[in-house]
């Protein structure tokens, strides 16, 4: 006999199954409301030249995180602030994580993760300035 946790656990996952069916349904009945205009519903850029840079994308991606790498172990003193926050965490996670931050699109949206990949707390002041200089170096 299930217990109470197996029981939640069976429920959440049924929950989600649910949203799931639910989004599938919507965009069907996208499709057979709009045609195949009901695109744009879903793609944000769909009219761009994402089918003719297909995979560039990857290209770019590993020399960003090339040059970031080299610019967090350089005596910048840009990069020596980052390294001093950072402390202890990993160089090469951050800047990996740093250059995925180049398929965010809005720029708010993208100097917010650039702040939460610098620190925890990112209504300090100094997070907020750091967060500004890299995303005007890199992006």
Known sequence: MPNQRETAS???QLDKLAQALAKARKMQQDWLTYGLDFVHIYVE?????WLETWGH???LGNH???TIKEFLVSNDIL???VRQQLNEKSLFDFA????ECERIIDENDRLSAIRN???DDIDNAEVGNLANH????FF
């Open 45 to 49: 850029d769909v009219d761009g030249d």
């Open 64 to 66: 960003l995180l090339d």
């Open 79 to 81: 990069a020596v602030q």
């Open 10 to 12: 069976y429920e959440g």
């Open 134 to 137: 890299l995303l005007r170096k």
């Open 96 to 99: 990996v994580n740093l250059a």
């Open 57 to 59: 994308d990857e290209i």
């Open 117 to 119: 990949l610098l620190a």
